[in-house]
C-alpha cells in the first residue's frame, strides 16, 4: 500500500515543482481583463469621436450667427447641413450622420442681467444678444453604461 501511495504522490509531487505553463496559466487569467480594458476604451474613444462631431455641428450654427444671421430657422438649417457633412466647399461627409437632439435659443442681457431683447437698457444702449447651441447624444456603449455626450455653445452677437 505505501508503494502504491509513492507511486501515485510522485507524479504529483513532481507536477507541483514544475514550472512548464505558468506563463499559458497566468496569461489566461489576465486575458478577460485585457480585453475589458480593449472594450472600455474602445467606448471612450467613440464617445469623444461624437462629441467632436456634434462640437462640428454646433460650431457651424454659431460661426452663421456671427455673421449677422439671427433666424433661429436658418441656423438650424445650417446645423442640419453640417451633420450631413455639407459645406461650402460641398466636400463629401467625413463619417454617418449621427442622431442628436438639437436647441437653438436666443437670449439677451442688459449689464449682465436677463432682459428682454426688444427693450433698450439704461443708458439707450442696446442689449447683448446671446445664441445658445445645445446639441446631445445618446452614446449605448459596449461595456460602460448608457450616457449622454453633449456639446454646447454660446455665441454673443452684440
Request: hydrophobic fraction near 45%; charged fraction near 20%.
Amino acid at each position: 500500500m505505501n508503494r502504491l501511495t509513492q507511486s501515485v504522490a510522485r507524479p504529483i509531487m513532481r507536477l507541483a515543482r514544475s514550472e512548464k505553463g505558468v506563463a499559458a496559466a497566468e496569461f489566461a487569467l489576465m486575458a478577460p481583463v485585457f480585453a475589458l480594458c480593449v472594450l472600455v476604451m474602445l467606448d471612450i474613444g467613440l464617445a469623444i469621436n461624437k462629441r467632436m462631431y456634434l462640437d462640428r455641428v454646433v460650431r457651424a450654427g454659431g460661426q452663421l450667427a456671427m455673421t449677422g444671421v439671427e433666424d433661429i430657422p436658418t441656423l438650424e438649417a445650417a446645423v442640419v447641413n453640417a451633420s450631413a457633412g455639407a459645406d461650402e466647399n460641398n466636400a463629401p461627409p467625413s463619417m454617418e450622420t449621427v442622431d442628436y437632439t438639437l436647441s437653438i435659443t436666443r437670449s439677451c442681457e442688459c449689464g449682465g442681467a436677463a432682459g428682454a431683447c426688444n427693450v433698450r437698457c439704461t443708458g439707450g444702449e442696446p442689449p447683448s444678444l446671446f445664441f445658445n447651441f445645445d446639441a446631445k447624444k445618446m452614446m449605448t456603449p459596449i461595456m460602460l453604461p448608457e450616457f449622454e455626450v453633449e456639446s454646447k455653445l454660446r455665441v454673443q452677437i452684440r
